[in-house]
């Protein structure tokens, strides 16, 4: 057993449910400056290095989701409603899933150049991840309902940019479809990256509903 394990095993059980939220959120930041790391500096030769690094995350996350069902099943008594800590552990699961699942497309497709509109989207899920460090953290206290509203806005406002990065980069690839295959390849690239920050989108949300029932 690890000293991280040791420690949430010995804290009160109750609590033990926000270090591993919180836990599963400092993941997916990582995951996602990774990935944006890796579509900025990266060429086809650190594709490779680039997924396995991101299959590391990804199977973190897979642990830790695991861990909060096996401590629902444990625990009679939760901060939270029990809803609420499974839909933001999936969704947080989701998040990486989603970044994970590109890495593996740029090995497999053999993709040679990232398009300028994956890396604007890449760095919009980075913004939204580091919002959620401040989400997650808040539902200890709920203390500031002004502050966690605000960056609720802020999430979505970041979703609604990817919304429009996605749109447009859609339209330019079907514009001038010179190769039919390699369009496919990047509908289905952005795809995955602009469902991230959905999926970012919807953390927020869960996080908002959970305050407004508790604060």
Request: charged share 30%; aromatic share 6%.
């Amino acid at each position: 057993m690890t000293l991280n394990a040791l420690m949430r095993w010995l804290k009160p059980r109750e609590m033990v449910f926000f270090d591993l939220l919180e836990e599963a959120t400092a993941n997916v930041l990582a995951s996602a400056q990774l990935f944006d790391q890796g579509l900025r500096s990266g060429s086809p030769a650190t594709w490779a290095e680039l997924r396995r690094d991101m299959k590391d995350l990804e199977h973190k996350g897979d642990e830790l989701t695991h861990e909060i069902m096996d401590r629902l099943n444990q625990t009679f008594v939760t901060p939270l409603e029990r809803e609420d800590i499974l839909a933001l552990a999936h969704a947080l699961d989701d998040v990486v899933d989603k970044l994970d699942a590109v890495t593996e497309r740029f090995v497999l497709y053999r993709i040679e150049t990232v398009m300028p509109a994956a890396m604007e989207l890449s760095n919009l899920a980075v913004e939204g991840a580091v919002e959620l460090i401040h989400l997650i953290k808040s539902l200890r206290t709920m203390s500031d309902v002004k502050d966690i509203s605000r960056r609720i806005r802020h999430v979505h406002a970041l979703e609604n940019q990817a919304d429009s990065v996605f749109h447009a980069a859609l339209a330019q690839i079907f514009e001038d479809p010179k190769d039919p295959v390699l369009l496919i390849k990047w509908k289905e690239i952005l795809d995955y990256i602009e469902e991230a920050t959905d999926v970012i989108k919807r953390v927020s949300q869960v996080v908002g509903s959970t305050v407004m029932r508790n604060a």
